[in-house]
């Protein structure tokens, strides 16, 4: 399922920026909003058309006879076709062109037509993707083709199964054809008629809505919102460089109206269809990268950009709705730059001199008195005008015009509707700001193959929007194979749809297989028991072949089994004998019972043991007191020029504390000053033995971090200089404050440098470091390195 709640267009291509400068009344509500358009970089995403060239065969052409050129000429003037799709596509472009360039026009239609209604499937090329038939016999010079190709594929919206490609077909004679590609999912005709039924069933849901509203005005910014409610733009495909765009679809309505993702040129096709199926004149422009629209109200032109307009989440925007070209062209260098139309356009484009009034912001404060409303337009001539019995602002008698803020009863009045009016310009688009409350209703449920549709429709002002309802998928049951016997045959295992009963691996005869012989080996007889002849039988059906013959047992053949001797603990056997060639037992062995231990106790390491004297097994069967434990009262000190030596405690296994010089003596290690690791040896006496040895430490002397300058992807760190019992300094930077993860460690190994640069970091990311010094030491002639504590953490922000 689809549903829009929540999208951010920042990304690596797109970042939009909107600054809105408020005003504010003493106790803090909004009074009014100002826009403030600067060059920011705003979603672009048309994929440029890729030419390719391909030899065909004089047959691959498609035969568009007169009949059906005249017929689809009629249909176009009488704004009817056999499925009611011509009304989607725009002839205003098609009106100005010779009559030449018409026919070409004519028989691109035609073939299109065909694909849309019919399953004809499309031509494979030397490659393997999909296009178009090529039209026969055209004398239109290439360019003009190519004019006139392009021209067809902005103004024919409904045709979603074009893709970006144009195909240059060479003949024989040397004329040739360009046509476009069709996406793969949509090269085979059954395949593609599934897919049409997608869209239409979009488009007819949309134009339910659209039908309800009573002036183009209302059905425009209808279509506006609903096209910008639905989808997300696709920033991963255009930073990809459109690299799945074979599956993404966004150069077709089929992305808006089928997946929900998309870029410039979806929203605008898709602005292009519902606008001509509804009766108003719209039509698809290009600049080098980006699409938009021009459309037709009360004899003025306007530009939409829909998806300049698309906010994120269910946030519409109208800054480019019903803009003249001065707008597009003034706004900012950047709006300049990706509105400016391509060449072939020159000439054929309606003149956008009307703008549009921005519209209003409806704001709601809240204060000890309840919900205040504030309106404000950033044109300051404009008067906005409002409802609250949900009538259109524009045309309601009930209308009131707004002059200062006021109180919001949203039990009595859930519905506020505003309009911005300005003489000499079109009125905004209507804004509604409403207490939603949306029932949902499934309006076709998902099948295996096909998806459902679920309706959300606001009980108080009737704001509606649809998301898909997945398709289930097949549940898929198991038709068991049937292994092939050696006289009958068998199927292969096949799968069905256990919901709607479609097979989905058709199960296949498999041929008897005959029988498979394999030999019986002889069986040799046994002492009792009988043996067999060598026979056969099948391996598949296990008929036997050749029958096997018994041969007679052959008796025991006895031998002896000496007698084993007892020991301590395992028993004797007498003697007795079993048969050589089976091993049965003939005369059964008696057990003789173990002699048992002969046992002489003696002390050792805190243990009383004993000792057999016959086998020389040894076990403990008591203790007596020992050391148990022996502890350094401090194992690390921190350099400050003075001698340490910890104080050693040693306790018995009874826990009892041992006393130095009568139970042990300690041997000190020599210096104990400088920074190092330093051995103690413990030698027990008296009623204790053994010598045990501990360690303690000497680091070095810590240090502070002393300053942290930010720079550019970078930044410079110091500390104050520690150099006595110290070989260097060991920094760690971390983008996590516990130096959890991503920790980077840098080494200093000179002990008068007190700085250091840290660069090729991410910008505007905050680090956090910490510094510690180490000296190098000999421990059993390695080198090892012991370590101060870490100084307190600074953090620091790179620069941009």
């Not at 991503?742 to 640069?757: E, Y």
């Amino acid at each position: 399922m689809h549903m829009k709640r929540t999208k951010f267009k920042t990304g690596i291509l797109a970042v939009v920026f909107c600054s809105l400068t408020f005003l504010f009344s003493g106790d803090g509500n909004s009074i009014y909003a100002d826009e403030i358009l600067t060059d920011t970089e705003l979603p672009v995403g048309r994929f440029s058309f890729e030419e390719k060239t391909e030899e065909a065969d004089d047959e691959d052409y498609e035969s568009v006879e007169e009949d059906d050129v005249a017929e689809q000429s009629l249909l176009r003037m009488t704004g009817i076709s056999a499925d009611d799709w011509e009304k989607y596509g725009s002839d205003y472009f098609y009106e100005q062109l010779s009559d030449e360039e018409k026919k070409y026009w004519d028989d691109l239609d035609a073939i299109c037509e065909k694909y849309l209604t019919t399953e004809t499937d499309a031509v494979t090329t030397n490659t393997g993707t999909y296009r178009m038939k090529a039209i026969s016999g055209s004398t239109l010079e290439k360019e003009k083709q190519k004019k006139v190709l392009r021209m067809f594929r902005y103004s024919k919206p409904q045709y979603y199964f074009l893709n970006a490609t144009i195909y240059t077909i060479t003949y024989s004679d040397k004329k040739v054809s360009m046509i476009f590609g069709i996406y793969p999912a949509f090269g085979k005709g059954a395949d593609r008629m599934e897919e049409t039924e997608k869209v239409k069933a979009q488009v007819d849901t949309w134009q339910k809505q659209i039908d309800e509203c009573s002036t183009e005005d209302e059905k425009v910014q209808t279509i506006h919102d609903l096209i910008i409610q639905k989808v997300e733009y696709n920033h991963d495909l255009v930073n990809s460089d459109f690299a799945t765009e074979n599956t993404e679809y966004s150069q077709s309505v089929y992305s808006v109206l089928c997946t929900n993702k998309t870029v410039c040129a979806g929203y605008a096709q898709t602005f292009e269809m519902m606008c001509n199926g509804t009766g108003i004149d719209t039509v698809a422009v290009t600049s080098f990268d980006h699409e938009w629209n021009k459309i037709k109200l009360e004899n003025n032109w306007y530009n939409v950009d829909c998806t300049w307009d698309d906010n994120g989440s269910d946030n519409v925007g109208y800054i480019y709705f019903l803009r003249n070209d001065d707008y597009y062209d003034t706004s900012s260098s950047y709006s300049k730059k990706h509105h400016a139309e391509e060449s072939y356009w020159e000439g054929y484009l309606p003149a956008t001199e009307m703008d549009s009034v921005g519209s209003p912001w409806i704001s709601v404060n809240e204060n000890a008195s309840g919900s205040k409303i504030g309106m404000s337009c950033y044109n300051k001539e404009a008067e906005i005008y409002y409802t609250t019995d949900k009538s259109n602002p524009v045309t309601s008698g009930t209308r009131m015009l707004y002059q200062s803020d006021f109180l919001w009863n949203s039990s009595e009045y859930p519905v506020i509707k505003a309009a911005a009016m300005e003489d000499g310009k079109h009125n905004s688009a209507v804004v509604t700001k409403c207490l939603h409350n949306y029932n949902a209703s499934i309006l076709a449920d998902a099948a295996c193959e096909k998806a459902g549709t679920r309706e959300y429709t606001c009980t108080i002002c009737g704001n509606g929007y649809m998301e898909e309802i997945l398709a289930t998928g097949h549940t898929v049951e198991i038709d068991p194979e049937v292994a092939a016997a050696c006289e009958t045959a068998g199927i292969t295992e096949g799968s069905h749809c256990r919901v709607c009963g479609k097979v989905l691996v058709e199960q296949t005869v498999i041929p008897a297989t005959g029988h498979t012989p394999v030999t019986d080996d002889a069986v040799a007889a046994a002492c009792e028991t009988t043996g067999l002849t060598e026979g056969s039988h099948c391996s598949v059906c296990e008929k036997v072949l050749t029958e096997q013959t018994v041969i007679p047992a052959a008796g025991h053949v006895p031998v002896t089994d000496a007698a084993v001797e007892a020991a301590c603990e395992t028993t004797g056997l007498t003697e007795g004998n079993h048969c050589s060639v089976c091993g049965k037992v003939l005369t059964a062995q008696n057990v003789i019972p173990a002699t048992g231990h002969q046992w002489n106790e003696y002390k050792e390491s805190g243990k009383i043991k004993r000792k057999c004297s016959v086998c020389g097994k040894t076990e403990t069967v008591g203790t007596y007191l020992d050391v148990k434990k022996i502890q350094l009262s401090k194992t690390t000190y921190a350099y400050d020029g003075k001698a340490h030596m910890p104080t050693i405690k040693v306790t018995n296994t009874a826990g009892k504390k041992l006393k130095e010089g009568t139970d042990y003596k300690v041997k000190k290690p020599s210096g104990r000053k400088n920074a190092g690791i330093y051995t103690v040896t413990i030698v027990m006496k008296g009623k204790y033995s053994g010598k045990y040895q501990k360690t303690f430490q000497i680091v070095p002397k810590g240090t502070v971090i002393s300053g942290v300058k930010a720079k550019k992807k970078a930044f410079t760190v110091s500390w104050k200089k520690q150099a006595k019992q110290t070989s260097g300094y060991q920094i760690q930077y971390a983008v996590d404050a516990k130096f959890k993860k991503s920790v980077v460690t840098k080494n200093v190994n000179n002990t008068k440098k007190v700085k250091l640069d840290v660069s090729k970091l991410k910008a505007k990311k905050k680090y956090y470091i910490r510094i510690r010094t180490y000296k190098t030491v000999k421990v059993n002639g390695k080198s090892k390195k012991i370590y101060s504590g870490w100084s307190k953490v600074k953090a620091v922000t790179t620069k941009k």
